[in-house]
């Protein structure tokens, strides 16, 4: 059943059971979200499903079975379909060396792991509102006329001294044509610890 919406800007969280559900008809019964690639992101943390070449929030899906993933993008006011994007593709956008060889790492595990649903994250527009309140970022931005945002939601672990526990963590990377700052917010709320990968 496709949620309808009455404004065609969503945050990453909002069409998340949408895509679960289109992707257990059309692509496996054991599908789960594996991560969320968030490309062109408005400050408010939101993409614009009418404007589809600007922005978007395209959504892995993983399957145990098949050890495979489809990517899935939201349709204005209809259910989801899957995505040509691939994770080459997401990877291009990446300018710092070593942040690209970070995702590249991550990106080949997530055909076998996926976010478990009771994991808590905050969603898009919560994660931004937190990094723009860093001095590095507002000069980034400052110093970068028309940066682009783009957002990840990944797996992760957190260990603590008596157990590992499932949780998800949102890579943001702020580009412009030649430079960007990527920024590791673990675990994926507000009140998790920002590292800063890299920049140049």
Do not use: C
Not at 34 to 55: F, H, Q, R
Not at 57 to 66: A, E, K, L, M, R
Not at 145 to 174: E, Q, R, Y
Request: charge should be negative; avoid cysteine.
């Amino acid at each position: 059943m496709v949620n309808e919406v009455t404004n065609s800007e969503i945050t990453a969280k909002e069409k998340v059971g949408d895509v679960i559900n289109t992707a257990r008809s059309n692509f496996t019964k054991d599908a789960n979200l594996t991560a969320i690639y968030g490309l062109n992101v408005n400050s408010n943390g939101k993409v614009d499903l009418l404007k589809p070449t600007e922005s978007a929030f395209i959504y892995v899906v993983q399957s145990d079975s098949d050890q495979a993933n489809e990517f899935y993008v939201p349709v204005f006011n209809s259910s989801p379909v899957k995505s040509p994007v691939n994770f080459n593709d997401m990877l291009s956008l990446v300018k710092d060396t070593q942040a690209k060889n970070i995702f590249g790492f991550i990106f080949g595990k997530l055909s076998t792991v996926h976010l478990d649903a009771s994991v808590n994250y905050d969603d898009s527009p919560a994660v931004l509102t937190k990094m723009f309140e860093r001095s590095d970022v507002s000069a980034f931005r400052s110093a970068n006329p028309g940066v682009k945002t783009d957002m990840f939601l990944v797996p992760s672990k957190s260990v603590d001294s008596t157990s590992a526990n499932n949780s998800a963590d949102w890579i943001v990377n702020f580009y412009g044509d030649t430079s960007s700052i990527v920024l590791w917010l673990h675990p994926g709320t507000v009140n998790g610890a920002i590292d800063l990968l890299s920049d140049n």
